[in-house]
Every structure is written in structure tokens, then in C-alpha cells.
């Protein structure tokens, strides 16, 4: 039997391999996710505001994205393109979900600075 110092160190080695996993997996779908184009406005979807947050809860990975309105015409594909580029990095056999969040309502203020200036928002500073 191992002593008691070596059991702990590996348990810790273990845990800290398992968050940095963890955080690899949440990085690349977000970075998965900046591929994933509204079709209407012709930006990424992190860049609109559209993802809330991209978590793992029992080795799954949750997508909590929106739309720019109810009645989205990309409604229906919006959250398969998102699982699908999530899919793509992380690999097929992963557990993707992608809910969608009416809580907070959307609003062009959510489109980070570089995209709102790229379609002709002006930016005010605060």
C-alpha cells in the first residue's frame, strides 16, 4: 500500500488533469463556436452575443446560445451548425448539447466592439 503523501499527490495530479481537460474541451468549442455564421447578419455567433456559455456538466458540453429574435429564420439551424462545429473539434463521439436561452433577451448591444463596428454601429464609450 502507498503512503498516505503519494495517494494525496496522485489524487491531486489526477484532479489537476482532469480541469485542464476540462478547460481544453470549453476552449475549443468556443473556438469551434466563432466558426458557426448567423446567416442573416454574416457574423459569428460568439462575435453577435449569441452564446451565453459554454460549460460541462457530467461530461457533456453545454452550449447556451439564443437568437437575435423569437421568430429567427436560422432557428432551426443555428443550434445544429453550433453542435456540429462543437462536434468537428472536440470530436464525434463527444456529448454536445445545445440549449436555447431566452434569459437575457438578445440586444445589438451584446455584439462585441469589433463586429458591432464591422456591420456600422457607432460605439459609444461609457
Do not use: K, Q
Amino acid at each position: 500500500m502507498a503512503p498516505m503523501d503519494e495517494v494525496s499527490d496522485s489524487f491531486a495530479t489526477g484532479s489537476a488533469s482532469v480541469a485542464v481537460d476540462v478547460a481544453r474541451r470549453i476552449n475549443a468549442a468556443w473556438n469551434a463556436l466563432t466558426y458557426v455564421y448567423d446567416p442573416e447578419w454574416h457574423l459569428d455567433v460568439v462575435s453577435l452575443g449569441l452564446v451565453y456559455d459554454v460549460r460541462e456538466e457530467n461530461a457533456v458540453v453545454v452550449v447556451e446560445m439564443t437568437f437575435t429574435a423569437p421568430g429567427c429564420a436560422a432557428s432551426e439551424t443555428l443550434p445544429e451548425m453550433a453542435r456540429a462545429a462543437v462536434a468537428d473539434a472536440l470530436g464525434e463521439d463527444a456529448a454536445i448539447e445545445v440549449h436555447v436561452a431566452w434569459d437575457p433577451a438578445w440586444s445589438p448591444a451584446m455584439i462585441d466592439g469589433m463586429a458591432a463596428a464591422a456591420l456600422g454601429f457607432r460605439i459609444s464609450s461609457p
